[in-house]
């Protein structure tokens, strides 16, 4: 169980790999599977003072109907 759940949305895939990938390199832990839901992409860490992390990209497109 996590102290507190942080979120966070962020503009691409490219940049929540980015981020979830220089916490695990800083020492942080993988906490769940990635998710790819078509338009939602999220993965999710814990940081060494055992926060849980969901850093989420979600695309407006498939909302937007197109």
């Given at each position: 169980?996590?102290?507190?759940i ?10 929540v790999?980015e981020?979830?990938?220089?916490a695990?390199l800083?020492g942080g832990g993988e906490?769940?599977?990635m998710t790819d839901q078509?338009?939602?992409?999220v993965?999710?860490f ?7 992390w969901?850093?989420?990209y ?7 109907g197109?």
């Open positions: 169980m996590a102290e507190s942080i979120a966070l949305g962020l503009e691409s895939r490219r940049r790999d981020i979830v990938d220089a695990l800083a906490a769940n599977d078509g338009g939602m992409y993965r999710s814990h940081d060494l003072d055992g926060h849980l969901e850093v989420a979600m695309d407006p497109a498939p909302m937007a197109e």
